[in-house]
């Protein structure tokens, strides 16, 4: 079993109150600790269960509009446009994982979901 199968110690909670959290700092890397595991070479799990931090969250709007116009009786033209993350609210990902305690990354939000994205579509209907 390699070290990229085990988890940390959790030593406190990790969780920092939302009005307190920076990309730089999202949650508290001092309470993690690698395992003995790490230092003695034998294969074990430390303490630290799955989903021990609290994520950002996600907040999505999506937007659609269609309209449907009768060229002929048998000859229909369908427009719509389509809004993936209307408002081009910023959904941020943590980067680094409890395994990479030593990454200068730990704990920092490095990047984000997609932004706003306008998509057009265009069907003739016969």
Known sequence: MG???????????????RGQQTVRRFFKTE????????VSGDAWF??????TVQGPGV??????ARKTTDI??????????EFF??????NWLVTGSQRQ????????VGSALDPRIIQFGLK???
Do not use: W
């Open 46 to 51: 430390g303490t630290a269960g799955r989903g």
């Open 101 to 108: 305690l030593e990454s200068s990354t730990f704990g920092n």
């Open 85 to 90: 993350n209307a408002f081009n609210h910023p």
């Open 31 to 38: 309470c993690y600790a690698a395992p003995e595991s790490l």
């Open 59 to 64: 907040i999505n709007f999506d937007l659609s």
């Open 124 to 126: 003739l209907k016969f």
């Open 72 to 81: 002929t009786e048998k000859l229909q033209m369908e427009f719509r446009v």
């Open 3 to 17: 070290t990229d199968s085990l988890r940390p110690n959790l030593l406190c909670n990790p969780n920092i109150p």
